[in-house]
């Protein structure tokens, strides 16, 4: 009997200090550049929808940014005219996205310290290379206009899931927090902020 | 006398209490620490075995795909040919009227084509463009002169080729067996297969090339 409390008391011993360590190891997913504008003590978004295609602009990117204003994120986006902007979104053309090799996707951002872009393509060896720690005060979502989902409710999500890494939110890369979050890589995990993601923001600008 | 040997007897049990009492919790500690040990090992290892490590630092979104034909569905071009040369660096506008100009650097490779796997092309080399500078670490990683490769590929409105989607396109020949840095779960585990097989099903897959149905055509 106390043989069988002992080897219980050992097994489950082991698997508390497996999830814990598991759990700690793997760090925050987050850049290390961060979004330069802060109101109030929020993240301080303000955009501009003009120049997406009527695929996005409209309710799509209302309820877009709305996911994260309704989350307990703390950040606030806004949508303003282009002359007001830091963040500016762009549907862009087949034979552009082409033309540029941007590959298959469906949209991805660019952010900007100064006049630096952080990165000129979708995929980099880093893309802090250029930003790592700096201020991002600009920052380009582009859609591909040759593949835009038939689902509203993704689209939404993408438009969110994209100033999500404007403001230095990584894709989600713990296991746990999969497959609820908004940044999961290519959005396979949920389609709203979910707590993780508000925690991951709320610990990023503490 | 009697008393004195009673006082003996219980001392010594009192003692051997003692160090059974000392050798259980001795033995409890060790398995709880042993337990810990374990347990944060395997949490380590299974930790650096899985994929949650990947450095992750993309901001691009890839469509759902349920198959290899859906992932090509952008795919104009397939070659297998040799780089004959690679070209002077020049900077591209992106086309795109952001506040901030963003250029970038493109750097072309001329490719001598020796089949055309899928699609057409009636020119015996092909210009291949790949993103950065050959100073500075660039991704994907240019192709070298003499890299025998297939390129998967898609074209530009001059009739020039990009990688169909960066890594996922550039595949390289080394004793008859293919190479690539993708992580394309459609196209990962023909890495370090034999080039003929995976020439044909490439081909069949382009051939059957569509949009996911989640996609406006
Ligand atoms: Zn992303």
Not at chain 1, 30 to 37: D, M, N
Not at chain 1, 82 to 108: C, H, I, M, P
Not at chain 1, 128 to 147: H, R, W
Request: charged share 25%; net charge neutral; glycine share 6%.
């Amino acid at each position: 009997m106390k043989n069988k409390i002992q080897q219980l008391l050992v097994v489950t011993t082991s698997i508390l200090a497996f999830v814990v360590s598991f759990t700690t190891v793997v760090n925050a997913s987050t850049f290390s550049f961060s979004w330069a504008y802060k109101t109030n003590g929020l993240v301080d978004v303000k955009a501009s929808p003009e120049y997406l295609s009527s695929d996005y602009n409209g309710t799509v990117f209302d309820e877009g940014i709305d996911k994260w204003n309704a989350s307990k994120a703390n950040v606030i986006i806004s949508e303003v005219s282009r002359t007001a902007s830091k963040v500016d979104l762009y549907t862009v053309s087949r034979s552009q996205w082409n033309d540029n090799g941007w590959g298959s996707g469906e949209a991805w951002a660019q952010g900007f310290s100064g006049t630096t872009p952080c990165t000129t393509t979708p995929v980099f060896t880093n893309p802090e290379d250029k930003c790592a720690n700096s201020l991002i005060n600009y920052g380009a979502v582009y859609t591909n206009d040759s593949n835009v989902s038939f689902w509203k409710s993704r689209r939404e999500a993408l438009i969110a899931h994209e100033i999500g890494h404007i403001i230095g939110l990584k894709h989600t890369s713990l296991i746990s927090a999969k497959s609820d979050s908004i940044m999961t890589a290519n959005l396979e995990g949920g389609y709203d902020v979910s707590s993780y993601d508000e925690g991951e923001v709320n610990y990023k600008y503490r | 006398m009697t008393f004195l040997v009673m006082m003996k007897a219980k001392l010594t049990t009192n003692i051997d209490k003692e160090r059974v009492n000392l050798r259980k919790s001795i033995i409890w500690i060790s398995s709880v620490s042993l337990a810990i040990v374990l347990g944060v090992s395997l949490g380590f290892v299974y930790n650096s075995n899985n994929d949650t490590h990947v450095e992750d630092n993309n901001t691009l979104t890839a469509p759902i795909t349920n198959n290899l034909s859906e992932e090509f569905w952008n795919v104009d071009l397939i070659v297998k040919g040799k780089v004959i040369q690679e070209e002077a660096t020049f900077q591209k506008d992106t086309g795109v009227d952001t506040k901030i100009p963003s250029k970038m650097e493109v750097t072309p490779a001329t490719i001598e084509v020796d089949e055309v796997i899928y699609g057409n092309e009636p020119n015996k080399t092909i210009t291949y463009l790949q993103h950065g500078n050959s100073n500075e670490t660039a991704k994907p990683k240019h192709v070298q002169k003499n890299d025998e490769v297939i390129l998967i590929l898609t074209r530009t409105t001059d009739g020039q080729y990009w990688s169909y989607n960066f890594d996922d396109g550039i595949w390289y020949v080394k004793n008859g067996k293919v190479k690539s840095n993708t992580s394309e779960k459609y196209l990962v585990d023909y890495k370090d297969k034999d080039a003929k097989d995976f020439i044909k099903e490439i081909r069949k897959a382009a051939k059957n090339k569509k949009k996911n149905e989640n996609y406006k055509q």
